[in-house]
């Protein structure tokens, strides 16, 4: 019995199953309907989209090298208990594998890449992963850096990873590179700079914390009844040591380092570079903090257990 592009679109719509799938479907049940949806529950597919609108916000972030290239990725899942599952911690590990070695340009391609070691792509592993363990879960974000000398770290088990990004000149120490590296990571990890230095914060950026830091010292002035036009210079003048303030909290190379705040990380970063006869720079960074701006549902349990008694 054959099957039209409209009865693709027709089982896509009745069971949420991408649109390859539905095809198979249709294709191994000659083009019933009814029997492509049986297929595809028998499948396990049907299933794992009905998990799909699940919240994720548990999961982890993980960093980690391969053969040069620099990557970090977050994968989430409903729960921490799955998120401490050895099957997903693996997923995951080989998630960030397969950005390394596919150079995907976004989360869809990626999920169109191998899955290492099989003959799955990791859209279809992940889809193997959701009927086995019980939970949505999604591949949310990564960043790859296939050049420099990167250095990952994982905070807490994956509440936090993070690549940082190094260019060395006349430096042959890999070790103490690492090290610098793992350092700065570290400080990345503590203090979540946004930025890498002040000439990396967007202008917009700029412009919002400049208006934020006038307003403010503007309303502070008030109590003194100055003239409007004085009011204002004063004002101005205090935004720029604000904006100097602003830049010591969301820049890394101008943050104090936590290992001695007498210096700032870049600093640092020259004082290591000196010592060991050559020049290092910070390139780039990443820090991903698993499920930060994803809505967590809140719900009181006494009432939840009320309801369900009702």
């Not at 027709?10 to 479907?25: F, H, P, Q, S, Y």
């Not at 989209?49 to 290239?69: C, H, L, M, N, P």
Request: proline letters at 2%; hydrophobic letters at 40%; charged letters at 30%.
């Amino acid at each position: 019995m054959a099957f039209s592009a409209k009865d693709v679109a027709n089982l896509r719509e009745i069971t949420g199953v991408g649109m390859m799938d539905c095809k198979r479907a249709l294709s191994e049940s000659g083009g019933d309907i009814d029997k492509a949806v049986t297929y595809l529950r028998e499948h396990g597919l049907a299933a794992a989209q009905k998990k799909a609108g699940r919240i994720t916000s548990e999961g982890i972030a993980y960093a980690d090298v391969f053969s040069g290239v620099g990557v970090v990725v977050e994968v989430n899942s409903e729960t921490d208990f799955v998120a401490k599952n050895e099957t997903f911690i693996d997923f995951t590990k080989g998630v960030a594998r397969a950005v390394a070695e596919g150079a995907p340009a976004d989360v869809d391609a990626l999920l169109a890449c191998k899955y290492p070691g099989s003959g799955n792509t990791i859209s279809g592993q992940l889809q193997e992963m959701i009927l086995v363990i019980g939970e949505n879960i999604q591949v949310r974000r990564f960043a790859r850096y296939p050049d420099g000398f990167s250095i990952p770290y994982v905070h807490a088990g994956g509440k936090i990873g993070v690549i940082v990004n190094l260019e060395t000149t006349g430096i042959f120490d890999n070790d103490e590179v690492t090290r610098l590296g793992k350092d700065i990571a570290m400080q990345i990890a503590a203090m979540r700079p946004l930025y890498l230095d002040s000439t990396s914060v967007g202008a917009d950026d700029l412009e919002k914390e400049k208006e934020i830091q006038l307003n403010k010292a503007i309303e502070e002035n008030k109590a003194k009844n100055l003239p409007d036009d004085k009011a204002r210079q004063i004002a101005e003048n205090m935004v720029k040591g604000r904006i100097n303030k602003f830049y010591e909290e969301v820049c890394l190379l101008n943050q104090a380092y936590v290992k001695d705040n007498k210096l700032t990380v870049g600093g640092y970063v020259k004082q290591v570079a000196m010592t060991l006869g050559g020049d290092i720079k910070v390139k780039a960074f990443t820090r991903f903090e698993k499920g930060e701006g994803i809505e967590k549902r809140e719900s009181d349990f006494a009432a939840e257990v009320a309801g369900m008694v009702k």
